[in-house]
């Protein structure tokens, strides 16, 4: 006989050896699928970013600053001067800026350039190089006589000075 512990004690008797049942369990394997896959997935976007062209950087972002730095210091000389821009459409619907200095008086003789930017329509984006009135009251008029299409329109305006070129801008309501 059996003493419990699967020995066999006598002649003829067969041990009954008790085997623990393993169970087939998922987890182990699914864990490693997933680091391998994440693993392989920072692989594939690793060569994916670095064998595309980059397009963060286009041009010459110092350039670009210098830009920006001469537009700031347009419009601060545009402020330092004291001039009143003042955006209108004559009966033809063509723009129409008048100038004036601190003292009311009208500011004549300046070469005035206007970029005109419709925030809605880009294709209606034009620059418009203006003539003073020959009345000289400090109007300056779109020689071509374009009419402007209702709606909002951001008016950057440059004027040459004695001191260098100004800007200023604004937006404006036909």
């Not at 369990?25 to 690793?46: H, R, T």
């Not at 004549?108 to 020959?134: H, K």
């Amino acid at each position: 006989m059996s003493d419990g512990g699967g020995q066999m004690s006598g002649a003829g008797e067969v041990a009954v050896s008790r085997q623990a049942r393993v169970e087939f369990s998922p987890w182990p394997y699914g864990i490693m699928i997933f680091f391998v896959l994440l693993f392989a997935g920072g692989i594939a976007l690793y060569l994916v970013a670095v064998s595309g062209p980059s397009k963060w950087l286009e041009g010459n972002p110092y350039e670009d600053g210098m830009r920006y730095q001469q537009v700031i210091e347009q419009e601060q000389r545009f402020l330092a001067l004291g001039w009143l821009a003042q955006t209108e459409t004559s009966s033809d619907g063509a723009l129409v800026v008048s100038l004036s200095a601190p003292d009311n008086q009208p500011v004549t003789g300046r070469a005035l350039s206007v970029y005109l930017m419709r925030p809605g329509d880009s294709t209606l984006d034009r620059r418009l190089v203006m003539t003073e009135d020959s009345s000289l009251n400090g109007r300056y008029f779109d020689p071509h006589h374009i009419p402007l299409a209702s709606g909002l329109w951001i008016v950057d305006l440059q004027i040459l000075t004695d001191q260098g070129m100004a800007r200023s801008r604004a937006r404006f309501v036909r």
